[in-house]
Protein backbone atom coordinates (compact mmCIF):
# COMPACT_ATOMS: atom_id res chain seq x y z
CA UNK A 1 0.00 0.00 0.00
CA UNK A 2 1.46 3.47 -1.56
CA UNK A 3 1.80 6.73 0.76
CA UNK A 4 -1.17 7.99 -0.02
CA UNK A 5 -3.63 5.02 1.07
CA UNK A 6 -1.04 4.99 4.09
CA UNK A 7 -2.14 8.40 4.60
CA UNK A 8 -5.80 7.59 5.03
CA UNK A 9 -5.19 4.59 7.30
CA UNK A 10 -3.08 7.16 9.23
CA UNK A 11 -6.85 9.53 9.42
CA UNK A 12 -8.28 6.68 10.88
CA UNK A 13 -5.98 5.76 13.01
CA UNK A 14 -5.68 9.07 14.33
CA UNK A 15 -9.50 8.82 15.31
CA UNK A 16 -9.06 5.78 16.83
CA UNK A 17 -6.35 7.28 18.85
CA UNK A 18 -8.22 10.61 20.00
CA UNK A 19 -11.86 10.67 19.94
CA UNK A 20 -14.98 8.59 20.75
CA UNK A 21 -16.74 7.40 17.32
CA UNK A 22 -19.68 9.45 17.51
CA UNK A 23 -20.54 10.05 13.79
CA UNK A 24 -19.02 7.72 10.90
CA UNK A 25 -19.87 8.31 7.12
CA UNK A 26 -22.01 5.10 6.40
CA UNK A 27 -23.09 5.74 2.74
CA UNK A 28 -21.32 8.18 -0.01
CA UNK A 29 -21.48 8.77 -2.98
CA UNK A 30 -17.74 10.46 -4.37
CA UNK A 31 -16.47 13.28 -4.73
CA UNK A 32 -16.44 14.15 -0.82
CA UNK A 33 -13.72 15.03 0.86
CA UNK A 34 -13.19 14.87 5.15
CA UNK A 35 -11.19 18.23 6.56
CA UNK A 36 -9.03 17.92 9.71
CA UNK A 37 -6.88 20.39 10.48
CA UNK A 38 -3.79 20.81 7.79
CA UNK A 39 -5.40 17.49 6.03
CA UNK A 40 -8.00 17.00 3.39
CA UNK A 41 -8.13 13.62 2.21
CA UNK A 42 -11.25 11.66 0.55
CA UNK A 43 -13.96 10.48 2.26
CA UNK A 44 -13.99 7.23 3.16
CA UNK A 45 -16.80 4.61 3.53
CA UNK A 46 -17.13 3.85 7.66
CA UNK A 47 -14.30 6.75 8.44
CA UNK A 48 -15.15 7.98 11.86
CA UNK A 49 -15.82 12.25 12.02
CA UNK A 50 -14.37 14.09 14.72
CA UNK A 51 -15.66 17.46 16.28
CA UNK A 52 -13.76 19.96 14.53
CA UNK A 53 -13.77 18.18 11.33
CA UNK A 54 -15.78 19.33 8.02
CA UNK A 55 -16.98 17.35 5.33
CA UNK A 56 -17.54 18.64 1.78
CA UNK A 57 -18.95 16.87 -1.09
CA UNK A 58 -18.40 17.85 -4.73
CA UNK A 59 -20.68 17.75 -8.00
CA UNK A 60 -23.18 14.80 -7.91
CA UNK A 61 -21.37 14.15 -4.47
CA UNK A 62 -23.60 12.52 -1.49
CA UNK A 63 -22.20 11.57 2.06
CA UNK A 64 -24.59 10.15 4.71
CA UNK A 65 -23.07 10.00 8.22
CA UNK A 66 -24.95 8.32 11.36
CA UNK A 67 -24.43 9.59 14.63
CA UNK A 68 -24.20 7.73 17.68
CA UNK A 69 -27.42 8.07 18.66
CA UNK A 70 -28.71 6.25 15.31
CA UNK A 71 -29.89 9.37 14.30
CA UNK A 72 -28.93 10.35 10.20
CA UNK A 73 -27.15 13.45 8.91
CA UNK A 74 -27.58 13.45 5.06
CA UNK A 75 -25.65 16.15 2.75
CA UNK A 76 -26.74 17.27 -1.05
CA UNK A 77 -23.76 17.79 -3.68
CA UNK A 78 -21.13 20.65 -3.48
CA UNK A 79 -22.05 20.76 0.43
CA UNK A 80 -20.12 21.80 3.15
CA UNK A 81 -20.79 20.76 6.59
CA UNK A 82 -18.97 21.28 10.01
CA UNK A 83 -19.39 19.50 13.24
CA UNK A 84 -18.21 21.60 15.72
CA UNK A 85 -18.63 19.45 18.84
CA UNK A 86 -20.33 16.54 19.62
CA UNK A 87 -20.01 14.29 22.93
CA UNK A 88 -21.89 12.12 25.69
CA UNK A 89 -21.93 14.36 28.86
CA UNK A 90 -23.56 12.70 32.35
CA UNK A 91 -27.05 14.35 32.89
CA UNK A 92 -27.55 11.75 35.39
CA UNK A 93 -29.43 9.26 33.32
CA UNK A 94 -28.39 5.77 32.52
CA UNK A 95 -27.71 6.72 29.11
CA UNK A 96 -26.12 10.35 29.15
CA UNK A 97 -26.94 13.30 26.99
CA UNK A 98 -25.32 13.64 23.04
CA UNK A 99 -24.82 17.18 22.90
CA UNK A 100 -23.04 19.39 20.17
CA UNK A 101 -23.74 21.24 17.09
CA UNK A 102 -24.31 20.33 13.58
CA UNK A 103 -23.60 23.19 10.97
CA UNK A 104 -23.92 23.51 7.40
CA UNK A 105 -22.05 26.04 5.59
CA UNK A 106 -23.16 25.70 2.18
CA UNK A 107 -25.47 23.30 0.41
CA UNK A 108 -28.45 20.98 1.35
CA UNK A 109 -28.74 18.97 4.74
CA UNK A 110 -31.15 16.83 6.09
CA UNK A 111 -31.15 15.50 9.51
CA UNK A 112 -33.68 12.89 11.26
CA UNK A 113 -33.82 10.94 13.98
CA UNK A 114 -34.24 7.20 13.98
CA UNK A 115 -36.14 4.38 15.41
CA UNK A 116 -33.44 3.64 18.08
CA UNK A 117 -32.86 7.45 18.81
CA UNK A 118 -35.53 7.74 21.56
CA UNK A 119 -32.64 5.54 23.74
CA UNK A 120 -30.75 8.78 23.73
CA UNK A 121 -31.60 12.37 24.54
CA UNK A 122 -29.85 15.44 22.72
CA UNK A 123 -29.04 18.85 22.65
CA UNK A 124 -28.25 19.76 19.60
CA UNK A 125 -28.23 23.38 18.09
CA UNK A 126 -28.14 23.59 14.06
CA UNK A 127 -26.71 26.48 12.12
CA UNK A 128 -27.61 26.84 8.60
CA UNK A 129 -25.28 29.62 7.14
CA UNK A 130 -24.70 32.66 9.03
CA UNK A 131 -27.83 33.59 9.82
CA UNK A 132 -30.28 30.54 10.62
CA UNK A 133 -29.88 28.98 14.11
CA UNK A 134 -32.45 25.79 15.59
CA UNK A 135 -32.28 23.55 18.98
CA UNK A 136 -33.51 20.28 17.72
CA UNK A 137 -34.21 17.31 20.77
CA UNK A 138 -35.57 14.90 18.25
CA UNK A 139 -36.80 15.88 14.77
CA UNK A 140 -36.89 15.81 11.62
CA UNK A 141 -35.21 18.35 9.54
CA UNK A 142 -33.96 19.74 6.02
CA UNK A 143 -31.87 22.86 5.70
CA UNK A 144 -30.13 24.84 3.26
CA UNK A 145 -28.00 27.84 2.95
CA UNK A 146 -26.58 29.14 -0.35
CA UNK A 147 -25.56 32.89 -2.16
CA UNK A 148 -29.49 33.73 -1.93
CA UNK A 149 -30.63 32.83 1.67
CA UNK A 150 -30.77 30.78 4.85
CA UNK A 151 -33.49 28.18 5.59
CA UNK A 152 -35.12 25.52 7.53
CA UNK A 153 -38.14 23.19 6.62
CA UNK A 154 -39.54 21.18 9.62
CA UNK A 155 -40.49 18.03 8.74
CA UNK A 156 -41.86 16.66 11.68
CA UNK A 157 -40.97 17.29 15.56
CA UNK A 158 -41.01 20.98 16.80
CA UNK A 159 -37.63 23.19 16.76
CA UNK A 160 -36.72 26.61 18.38
CA UNK A 161 -35.33 29.06 15.43
CA UNK A 162 -33.72 32.26 15.54
CA UNK A 163 -31.40 34.79 13.57
CA UNK A 164 -29.40 37.72 14.62
CA UNK A 165 -31.85 40.64 16.15
CA UNK A 166 -34.64 38.69 15.64
CA UNK A 167 -36.66 36.77 18.60
CA UNK A 168 -36.88 32.94 19.10
CA UNK A 169 -39.53 31.37 17.77
CA UNK A 170 -40.94 28.01 18.08
CA UNK A 171 -41.94 25.82 14.66
CA UNK A 172 -44.24 22.85 15.84
CA UNK A 173 -46.16 22.62 12.44
CA UNK A 174 -44.89 20.09 10.09
CA UNK A 175 -43.93 21.09 6.71
CA UNK A 176 -43.47 24.85 7.27
CA UNK A 177 -40.25 26.44 7.18
CA UNK A 178 -38.04 29.22 7.93
CA UNK A 179 -36.48 31.53 5.66
CA UNK A 180 -33.65 34.54 6.04
CA UNK A 181 -32.98 36.25 2.52
CA UNK A 182 -29.44 37.36 2.23
CA UNK A 183 -29.07 40.83 3.92
CA UNK A 184 -32.60 40.82 4.57
CA UNK A 185 -34.51 40.21 8.25
CA UNK A 186 -36.64 36.72 8.42
CA UNK A 187 -39.88 35.75 6.74
CA UNK A 188 -42.78 34.73 8.55
CA UNK A 189 -43.06 31.14 9.31
CA UNK A 190 -45.28 29.93 6.29
CA UNK A 191 -46.39 26.58 4.77
CA UNK A 192 -43.43 24.93 2.70
CA UNK A 193 -44.91 24.67 -0.93
CA UNK A 194 -45.38 20.90 -1.81
CA UNK A 195 -43.08 21.70 -5.19
CA UNK A 196 -40.60 22.51 -2.79
CA UNK A 197 -40.30 20.02 -0.81
CA UNK A 198 -40.73 17.92 -4.13
CA UNK A 199 -37.45 19.07 -4.85
CA UNK A 200 -35.56 19.43 -1.49
CA UNK A 201 -36.12 16.45 -0.39
CA UNK A 202 -34.27 14.43 -2.70
CA UNK A 203 -30.87 16.58 -2.96
CA UNK A 204 -29.93 14.85 -0.20
CA UNK A 205 -30.35 11.14 -0.72
CA UNK A 206 -28.48 9.18 -3.09
CA UNK A 207 -28.67 9.20 -6.56
CA UNK A 208 -30.43 6.51 -7.34
CA UNK A 209 -29.12 5.75 -10.90
CA UNK A 210 -25.46 5.32 -9.18
CA UNK A 211 -24.17 2.74 -6.58
CA UNK A 212 -22.78 4.18 -3.13
CA UNK A 213 -20.09 3.23 -1.55
CA UNK A 214 -21.10 1.39 1.98
CA UNK A 215 -19.63 1.42 5.27
CA UNK A 216 -19.14 -2.62 4.90
CA UNK A 217 -19.31 -3.06 1.08
CA UNK A 218 -16.64 -5.73 0.49
CA UNK A 219 -16.47 -5.55 -3.29
CA UNK A 220 -13.85 -3.71 -4.50
CA UNK A 221 -13.52 -2.26 -8.30
CA UNK A 222 -9.98 -2.63 -10.21
CA UNK A 223 -9.52 1.02 -11.81
CA UNK A 224 -6.09 0.65 -12.74
CA UNK A 225 -3.45 -2.48 -13.10
CA UNK A 226 0.36 -0.56 -13.60
CA UNK A 227 3.66 -2.15 -13.37
CA UNK A 228 5.57 0.02 -10.24
CA UNK A 229 4.93 1.60 -6.77
CA UNK A 230 5.55 4.97 -7.85
CA UNK A 231 2.73 4.56 -11.15
CA UNK A 232 0.19 3.55 -8.78
CA UNK A 233 1.02 6.06 -5.55
CA UNK A 234 0.78 8.79 -8.52
CA UNK A 235 -2.79 7.51 -9.70
CA UNK A 236 -3.73 7.20 -5.97
CA UNK A 237 -2.83 10.72 -5.13
CA UNK A 238 -4.40 12.12 -8.38
CA UNK A 239 -7.95 10.27 -7.67
CA UNK A 240 -7.82 11.06 -4.09
CA UNK A 241 -7.75 14.90 -4.44
CA UNK A 242 -10.95 14.73 -6.76
CA UNK A 243 -12.31 12.65 -3.90
CA UNK A 244 -12.54 8.98 -4.49
CA UNK A 245 -11.16 6.67 -1.40
CA UNK A 246 -8.85 4.83 -3.48
CA UNK A 247 -6.02 2.30 -2.23
CA UNK A 248 -3.55 0.32 -3.90
CA UNK A 249 -2.20 -3.74 -3.54
CA UNK A 250 0.59 -5.28 -5.05
CA UNK A 251 -0.48 -8.41 -6.66
CA UNK A 252 1.66 -12.00 -7.58
CA UNK A 253 0.13 -12.09 -11.35
CA UNK A 254 1.35 -14.33 -14.58
CA UNK A 255 2.79 -11.38 -15.71
CA UNK A 256 4.86 -10.54 -12.75
CA UNK A 257 4.13 -7.83 -9.99
CA UNK A 258 1.32 -5.58 -10.82
CA UNK A 259 0.07 -2.53 -8.31
CA UNK A 260 -3.46 -1.83 -8.63
CA UNK A 261 -5.54 1.38 -7.28
CA UNK A 262 -9.08 -0.06 -6.37
CA UNK A 263 -11.96 1.80 -5.46
CA UNK A 264 -13.79 -0.28 -2.26
CA UNK A 265 -17.01 0.00 -0.21
CA UNK A 266 -19.69 -1.65 -2.96
CA UNK A 267 -22.12 -4.24 -1.10
CA UNK A 268 -22.83 -6.28 -4.35
CA UNK A 269 -20.68 -7.45 -7.58
CA UNK A 270 -23.14 -6.10 -9.59
CA UNK A 271 -23.00 -2.19 -7.71
CA UNK A 272 -19.31 -2.46 -8.35
CA UNK A 273 -19.86 -3.60 -11.94
CA UNK A 274 -22.25 -0.89 -12.94
CA UNK A 275 -19.97 1.32 -11.35
CA UNK A 276 -17.30 0.93 -14.16
CA UNK A 277 -19.36 3.29 -16.36
CA UNK A 278 -18.98 5.78 -13.98
CA UNK A 279 -15.35 5.35 -13.70
CA UNK A 280 -15.42 5.58 -17.31
CA UNK A 281 -17.26 9.08 -17.95
CA UNK A 282 -16.15 10.87 -14.78
CA UNK A 283 -12.44 9.57 -14.53
CA UNK A 284 -11.72 8.84 -18.20
CA UNK A 285 -10.33 5.43 -16.66
CA UNK A 286 -11.51 2.04 -18.96
CA UNK A 287 -11.64 -1.23 -18.62
CA UNK A 288 -11.86 -1.28 -15.01
CA UNK A 289 -12.71 -4.73 -13.70
CA UNK A 290 -14.63 -6.42 -10.25
CA UNK A 291 -12.18 -7.95 -7.61
CA UNK A 292 -14.50 -10.46 -5.93
CA UNK A 293 -13.79 -10.42 -2.05
Same mark, same amino acid.
Given at each position: ????A ?5 L ?17 Q ?6 R??S ?5 P ?5 P???? $??G ?14 I?LG???Q ?7 V $? ?13 K???G !????T ?14 Y????? /????R +? ?24 S ?9 QP???Y $? ?5 P??P??? /??PQ?L? /?????TEM ?25 ? !????G ?6 Y? $?? /?????T ?8 LL? +??AS?GD ?22
Open positions: MQAFCAVLLAGDVRAQAPELARAMLLPPAWVEGDRLPLYGAAILGDRV $VTLNGRVQLELEDSSTKESAFELPALE $VDDGSETGLLKGALILK !AFRYTGAFSELRKRELDVAGPTV /TAGI +GTDIFAKSDDSQDLLCLLEGTVQVSPDAPLQTMDNTF $VVPRGQPRIGP /TPKA /TWLPSRPQEPALKSGGRFRLVLLSVGTEEQA !AGEARLGALGP $VE /TLASQPAGLRHRVG +GFYALQYRQLAAQRLKIKGAWVMRP
